[in-house]
C-alpha cells in the first residue's frame, strides 16, 4: 500500500490566489481527517469524513477554507482567496471507521507545506 | 475530550532508556490511550495504544497504571534517529473519533 498521498509537497502562491490541496486516503479507510500545523498553533484538527460525509468541520478557521470528498478515494482541500496567516504544513490522515485490532492509529500523509507571499 | 499533559521537551543520550509520562486526569471509560511519533519533515506516525496495564511491541512499551490517569512511553535504547516530537493522545477509536493532538513532547537523543 502506498499509503496516504498528498499532493503538491510544496506550493508556493501569492497571496489572494486560490490554492487547492489533495488527499488519497489508503484504500478501504472511511475516515478522513484535514490537520494543519504551525510552530505557533501545534497540530489543528480542521475537519473530518466518515464515508465522504464532513462530520465535524469546527476546526475550519474561516469561509475562505472549504473541503470536499466526492467520493472515498479523494479529497480537497481549498483556500479561496489565500492569506499569508495560511502558510502552514497542511496533513491529511485517514483510517478505518472502526479499527481493529491491526488497523489502530491514523495514517497521515507526507504533507504539503504551504508558503502564501 | 479527555486533556493531556506532557513534559514540553526531553534530552537523553543514546543507548539509555527514554521514559515520558503524560497525565491525562479525566480520562472516560470508553477512551483509549494512544501515542504518535513525529519526525520533522512528515507527518505524525502511530507507535503503540493501549487500554490498560501494559503494552509492547517492536517500538516501545506502554505502561497504564489500574486508574488509567496517567500513562508512560518507554523507548529501549533510544538512539539518535529517535529524536522527534512525541503525542499523547486520549479518545474512544472508531466512529466517534478524531484526534486532537497537544503540544508534544521533542525527545533529542545526543550521541
Known amino acids: 500500500d502506498a499509503g496516504v498521498i498528498q499532493s503538491p509537497r510544496h506550493e508556493v502562491t501569492e497571496m489572494g490566489q486560490e490554492v487547492t490541496l489533495r488527499c488519497k486516503p489508503i484504500s478501504g479507510h472511511n475516515s478522513l481527517f484535514w490537520y494543519r500545523q504551525t510552530m505557533m498553533r501545534g497540530l489543528e484538527l480542521l475537519i473530518y469524513f466518515n464515508n465522504n460525509v464532513p462530520i465535524d468541520d469546527s476546526g475550519m478557521p474561516e469561509d475562505r477554507f472549504s473541503a470536499k470528498m466526492p467520493n472515498a478515494s479523494f479529497s480537497t482541500l481549498k483556500i479561496q482567496p489565500s492569506e499569508p496567516r495560511d502558510s502552514a504544513v497542511y496533513f491529511c490522515a485517514s483510517s478505518p471507521q472502526w479499527p481493529g485490532p491491526e488497523d489502530y492509529g491514523y495514517t497521515f500523509g507526507s504533507g504539503t507545506r504551504l508558503t502564501v507571499v | ?111
Open chain 2, 1 to 111: 475530550l479527555a486533556k493531556t499533559t506532557q513534559p514540553i521537551s526531553m534530552d537523553s543520550y543514546e543507548g539509555q532508556e527514554v521514559n515520558i509520562t503524560c497525565s491525562h486526569n479525566n480520562i472516560a471509560t470508553n477512551d483509549y490511550i494512544t501515542w504518535y511519533q513525529q519526525f520533522p519533515s512528515q507527518g505524525p506516525r502511530f507507535i503503540i495504544q493501549g487500554y490498560k496495564t501494559k503494552v509492547t511491541n517492536e517500538v516501545a512499551s506502554l505502561f497504564i497504571p489500574a486508574d488509567r490517569k496517567s500513562s508512560t512511553l518507554s523507548l529501549p535504547r533510544v538512539s539518535l534517529s529517535d529524536t522527534a516530537v512525541y503525542y499523547c493522545l486520549v479518545g474512544e477509536p472508531g466512529n466517534t473519533g478524531k484526534l486532537i493532538f497537544g503540544q508534544g513532547t521533542t525527545l533529542q537523543v545526543k550521541p
